[in-house]
């Protein structure tokens, strides 16, 4: 399934953002999804999980009680709300599908060879 990344860009400290991610396809409804990102001179590291259905999330400790992931398998889009904004979240923020299996195993970016252009998030304080 092919994904596009958007919704990024410039905000203050404290600022908020909605970030989305679009599938070209309604195979999208079979696949877990995650959102992932990358900083300038880091690693690319996990960053939310959402099942196939909605029910079950999963959200690395960096954001959790500040994010939020969601999804419409109607749309086939996933979003990712993106609140309390902090410069360490300053990235390029990419989606992508999950192998089945489980959060425990399959939020590994280092799983995943194909990424798409990921969108820029630039936080500044």
């Known amino acids: 399934v092919q994904l596009v990344e958007s919704g990024g860009g410039s905000v203050q400290a404290g600022g908020s953002l909605r970030l989305s991610c679009a599938a070209s396809?309604?195979?999208?409804?079979?696949?877990?999804m995650g959102w992932f990102r990358q900083a300038p001179g880091k690693e690319r590291e996990f960053v939310a999980a959402?099942?196939?259905?909605?029910?079950?999330?999963l959200y690395s400790d960096s954001v959790k009680g500040r994010f939020t992931i969601s999804r419409d398998n109607a749309k086939s889009t996933m979003y990712l709300q993106m609140n309390s904004l902090a410069s360490e979240d300053t990235a390029v923020y990419y989606c992508?599908?999950?192998?089945?299996?489980?959060?425990?195993?399959?939020?590994?970016?280092?799983?995943?060879?194909?990424w798409g252009q990921g969108t820029q998030v630039t936080v500044s304080s």
């Open positions: 959402i099942s196939f259905k909605g029910d079950k999330t």
């Open positions: 992508n599908s999950l192998y089945s299996g489980g959060f425990d195993s399959t939020t590994n970016p280092n799983l995943y060879d194909d």
């Open positions: 396809d309604r195979t999208f409804r079979n696949y877990d």
